[in-house]
């Protein structure tokens, strides 16, 4: 981990709405900046062994897949967002030049998000003090990052919503699943108690219904999703068909739990040798 001193912007390693467009690479390379010591002591601490934990499910290629997906995507929406926000207000100071996107949190909620997928059901200590489910988490974090961006704090913090969107599309629709279907490679998590309703509270499932139908037929018109031949949602967009499709979204995740079974049987030995080929190590950046 390298340490970097500054004292101002620094165009080419962060996300700057109005600069960044002359350093494409800053779309990716951000999330190796960290400009305070508590981001970066919370990217130290989660990132790598999140990483670590995916890698076993995914393999090498998948995760840096779902990293590159959630923090690239994340930062391009951000990226527009901050123009739009621009046109609207015609304030550049602020939209433009004033704010600078940076870190993990993307790739942080979108960890949390496929935990979430993976073991909803566990219990999890935060800070040593607080037990709650890996499912309620992601709210959670997203609650954090809502509060802030009313109070004033848009940059870093809406970076969270946008990669909890980005996270969630991806498992959802686009992430492959080699060899988990008798007819074929499937495609992202299509199950019921994964889809975007079951992150809302009931008086909000209607409406998002319509919207995600609507968004689902012009998606899936524009061949924007992948389709396979164990497609988990070939008839909509919330709901999962009983009988066959249901048993194999039900078998595929039994299947991650037995291939994490049989990681954790690994000697003592090799394991504590082993070393992830995916990790994520920030620069510490000071303001």
């Not at 340490?3 to 960044?20: A, H, N, V, Y």
């Not at 994520?280 to 000071?286: G, R």
Request: with cysteine.
């Amino acid at each position: 981990m390298a340490t970097m001193e500054g004292d101002g912007p620094t165009p080419f390693l962060t996300l700057i709405p109005g600069q960044s467009i002359f350093y494409p690479w800053t779309f990716v390379t951000s999330v190796f900046v960290e400009t305070s010591i508590f981001e970066l002591v919370a990217s130290l601490l989660f990132v790598p062994a999140g990483l670590k934990y995916l890698e076993r499910l995914w393999g090498s290629v998948e995760t840096v897949k779902f990293i590159v997906a959630s923090v690239g995507a994340s930062n391009i929406i951000a990226f527009a967002f901050n123009w739009i926000e621009f046109m609207a207000t015609g304030d550049a100071d602020l939209f433009l030049y004033g704010m600078e996107y940076h870190g993990q949190m993307s790739l942080q909620i979108a960890l949390l998000v496929a935990f979430t997928q993976l073991i909803p059901e566990h219990q999890v200590q935060v800070l040593g003090v607080i037990k709650t489910r890996v499912k309620s988490l992601p709210m959670a974090y997203l609650t954090l990052s809502t509060v802030l961006c009313i109070l004033g704090y848009q940059c870093p913090w809406i970076i969270i919503q946008f990669g909890w969107f980005v996270g969630w599309i991806y498992l959802r629709f686009y992430k492959k699943n080699t060899g988990d279907s008798i007819g074929g490679d499937t495609y992202g998590d299509r199950s019921e108690t994964f889809s975007l309703i079951s992150w809302f509270p009931p008086f909000m499932h209607y409406p998002l219904t319509l919207l995600g139908n609507f968004v689902y037929s012009l998606a899936t018109r524009f061949h924007l999703i992948p389709t396979s031949s164990g497609d988990l949602e070939s008839g909509g967009y919330t709901q999962v068909p009983q009988g066959t499709a249901r048993a194999e979204a039900e078998r595929r995740r039994y299947a991650y739990f037995a291939h994490m079974k049989a990681f954790n049987s690994i000697s003592v030995t090799e394991h504590w040798h082993s070393r992830p080929l995916t990790s994520v190590s920030p620069i510490l950046l000071h303001p």
